[in-house]
């Protein structure tokens, strides 16, 4: 009985512990804030002067630094570009101290000794398979159509494939677009791509930071099973009326910001608003300084419209209110007719309670979208998604420690309609729901950083709880050289309204799961009892600082897409005749994959000059049930891969330089330099021809008199190769102040600088190929104000 008393003692001590701490010492929090917009500065640091107790700020400018022993301190707020800030602060037992605070731009460099945030971060948190991406970054790439874009910086980034200027799509670490959740605030974008690949649905002047994860991402994030992508938009400026007004030869753009109220003795809120619109021409512009490419021109159009109201409150609690109309038309040769629209709103709040060390953070959205795909001499296809998503956190500071926890849910409908090779209409109409909840605990072992997380996923429509853990190691072993590991478990509803095996895919719908009736009763011998597509994350690798300046990272990750879901594209029979196989008459197929490979990044960043460079190898296989006759690699032998076929986007290499020189002697010229490489992509080589009976009239049709199209024979699936694709592209441009306040940019820049023949695919009825852009000038001019 004194053992039970004795262990229920220790047990009630340990849990009380951290309190009794928290009231022997304080707290210190607040937000950072640029002096010049009041914009939040993101990942700054702040630190007590003299000790080693500090933290960075988020994207949000916040910051929280807990169990500081109590007395007076001095507290320093640091970062690159900006005078240092100096605080006296007092803490006191028990006692949240708030504070808001201004930097302001520096006349001169700051001294090399200051240390910069992302270093901070690199020693605080895992941060595997994560890059962060700002404003300043995306313009370092070259400019297409003399605008930076954020699309154009994403295709850089390590485990990215692109697979085309003209309708191509990103592909990250094997994962299809649909397996990637791109947020905008917190709300899911379904198609943040224009059908010309160069540009994004966003305005990169307003993105505030965007974090790209390529795998391994934590319980906070779910409902896909490759990539996240997080972007941030900023709040508008908050003291003055401001903007940017640019046209160039592909399109124009507004950009309006300003304060609607500003803080003043009779009042402690702040109403900011942002607008951006941005427009393409190019089907006009193109048919007078492009018609070399195509003298019809290039029939590409898009119209993207955003706006944003932010309240802010005294001690830093916001709400901001959102909404968008995103526009994208194509006519493309083969292509009658492409558009689709995408449009809604929503709102984040982020609540700082005055008593309690907790961040609370929220967000609500409601949004639409619809394609449509009318081609030539083919039945048309649509597909419609419309629905809600709500998500609400709570992020405890425990000294190094943190605890973040929290629930989302989601309900969409979604419509489609689609019409195979053979004429023969998959449609689908469903409603679902999805509900989760996770948690996410961070703690600091001396030098082991340990970021346990688990989520649990509930998919309503098709009633399956998917139980999720993850994990995120991180080692330090020493002060340049860490290893960091990570683990987890994924799944999704969503399905692609096309084909995996499609080689040019403009047409982006969605599917949710379907019930198991219209798939396949087993796969590979087994019985297939779940409709969810799901995945699981290795991912190890390393940081090492070579100096302060230069920085090499290098992962290594395994991907066992466990069950993958895909349309029925040879589908030929309805599912009533009970003799027929199921992949012949069933709506979709069941496969399963790897993808394995490794990235290395080296990056070099200091004053004047900026250089990056990636080399990714990459595996992506997939097994269908019906194992390949070919020859198997090293790796599929090693690993044991089940193996059929590699997807159309199966890149083996792929390289990207990176370069920015800033010179001149205000340092208002600028020149960016960047050259892709990339091995083939896998395609079905053709095997013959013969003629296709439409069969209209089912038996009665008369096949001897009937006029029949050309049928093509295809090989083994995905057994060809694509020659290397390579491209140079380079921009020069000249910044003219003209006020303390506005300033004009001129830029020019060049696609494919050596007109190199990359190929997009091959006309199979006509033995041409259609080629990627060629040598293709650009410029433009912007006045910001």
């Known amino acids: 009985m004194n053992k039970k008393i004795t262990v229920l003692i220790l047990l009630s001590a340990s849990l009380l512990f951290p309190f009794l701490l928290s009231a ?17 500065m993101m990942f700054t640091n702040v630190y007590l002067k003299g000790t080693t107790i500090g933290a960075s700020t988020d994207v949000n400018g916040y910051f929280n630094i807990s169990r500081i022993p109590v007395g007076n301190y001095t507290m320093m707020v640091t970062t690159v570009g ?47 398979s994560v890059v962060k991406v700002t404003p300043k970054q ?77 795998g391994g991402f934590n319980a906070d994030y779910g409902g896909r099973i490759s990539s996240i992508m997080d972007i941030t938009m900023k709040d508008g400026n908050k003291n003055r009326f401001s903007g940017k007004l640019s046209a160039t030869t592909f399109g124009s753009k507004l950009l309006l910001e300003g304060p609607i109220k500003k803080y003043s003795d009779d009042s402690k809120t702040n109403i900011s608003f942002v607008f951006s ?36 409150a005294e001690n830093g609690t916001k709400v901001s209110l959102f909404g968008f109309n995103f526009t994208d038309q194509v006519k493309y040769r083969a292509v009658s007719d492409l558009n689709w629209q995408s449009y809604g709103g929503g709102g984040n709040i982020i609540l700082v309670p005055s008593g309690s060390n907790v961040l609370v953070k929220s967000n609500f959205s409601y949004s639409k979208y619809n394609i449509t795909l009318k081609e030539k001499d083919a039945l048309p296809r649509n597909s419609y998604i419309g629905g809600f998503n709500f998500g609400l956190s709570f992020l ?26 053979i004429g023969r209409l998959l449609q689908q109409k469903q409603n679902t729901t999805e509900l989760a909840g996770y948690v996410k605990y961070k703690h600091n072992f001396g030098k082991l950083l340990f970021e346990p997380g688990f989520r649990l996923q509930y998919y309503n429509s098709l009633s399956e709880i998917s139980p999720e853990p993850r994990l995120g190691l991180k080692y330090l072993v020493n002060d340049k050289f860490r290893i960091k590991f990570a683990s987890g478990y994924y799944s999704q509803n969503f399905i692609a309204a096309n084909s995996d095996r499609d080689v040019v895919n403009l047409f982006y719908g969605f599917l949710t799961g379907p019930d198991l009736s219209y798939m396949p009763s087993k796969f590979d011998g087994d019985s297939v009892n779940s409709a969810l597509q799901t995945s699981t994350h290795f991912i190890l690798g390393f940081e090492y600082d070579l100096t302060q300046r230069i920085n090499v990272n290098v992962e290594g990750y395994y991907k066992i897409n466990n069950q993958l879901t895909n349309i029925n594209r040879n589908k030929l029979f309805d599912s009533d005749n009970y003799d027929k196989p199921d992949y012949l008459k069933k709506d979709f197929i069941v496969e399963s994959g790897k993808a394995y490979g490794v990235d290395f990044v080296f990056k070099y960043d200091y004053k004047r000059i900026y250089f990056w460079f990636v080399y990714s190898l990459g595996y992506v296989d997939r097994y269908d049930g019906f194992p390949y006759t070919g020859e198997t690699t090293f ?85 060809g190769r694509l020659p290397y694709y390579h491209r140079l592209d380079v921009s020069l441009k000249r910044v003219f102040e003209l006020g303390k306040n506005s300033r004009l940019e ?29 040598f293709m000038p650009s410029a433009g001019l912007s006045l910001t104000f």
């Open 24 to 40: 022997q010492t304080g707290i210190i929090r607040g937000f950072v804030y640029e002096k010049e917009n009041g914009e939040p």
């Open 746 to 774: 001129a830029n020019a820049g060049i696609t494919n600088v050596y007109n190199r023949e990359n190929i997009f695919y091959f006309d199979r009825l006509t033995h041409e190929p259609v080629n990627q852009l060629p």
């Open 82 to 128: 900006y005078d240092t800030i100096q605080v006296p602060v007092t803490v006191k037992a028990g006692a949240i101290t708030t504070q808001k605070l201004y930097a302001v731009k520096a006349n001169i460099a700051l001294k090399e000794l200051v240390v910069s945030a992302e270093k901070q971060d690199a020693v605080a948190d895992v941060r595997m």
């Open 277 to 312: 619109g941005k427009t393409s021409y190019l089907e006009q512009s193109s048919k007078y300084l492009y018609t070399y490419i195509d003298t019809a021109g290039l029939p590409f159009n898009f119209t993207d419209l955003y706006g944003k109201i932010t309240i802010n």
């Open 635 to 719: 790796w599929n032998t090693l690993f044991g891969t089940k193996f059929s076929y590699n997807p159309h986007y199966d890149r083996r290499h792929n390289i990207n330089l990176v370069g920015s020189y800033t010179f001149g002697k205000n340092l208002n010229w600028e020149f960016n330099v960047r050259w892709n490489l990339g091995s083939g992509f896998s395609f079905t080589q053709t095997q013959g021809y013969y003629e296709l009976i439409p069969f209209t009239n089912g038996v009665n049709t008369n096949y001897t008199t009937a006029n029949g199209q050309i049928g093509i024979l295809y090989g083994d699936l995905d057994k």
């Open 138 to 214: 995306i313009k370092q790439v070259p400019t297409i159509g003399g605008e930076p874009d954020f699309a154009q910086y994403v295709q850089v980034l390590p485990g990215v494939i692109f697979t085309g200027d003209q309708g191509g799509q990103l592909y990250i670490r094997g994962g299809s677009p649909i397996q990637n959740k791109v947020l905008l605030d917190g709300m899911t974008v379904y198609n943040p791509f224009h059908s010309i690949g160069l540009f994004s649905v966003f305005d990169s002047d307003i993105i505030r930071n965007a974090d790209i994860y390529t």
């Open 396 to 421: 405890y500071f425990l000294g190094k420690d943190e605890l973040n926890y929290g629930i989302e849910t989601s309900g969409y409908t979604t419509d489609f309609n689609y019409y195979n090779s």
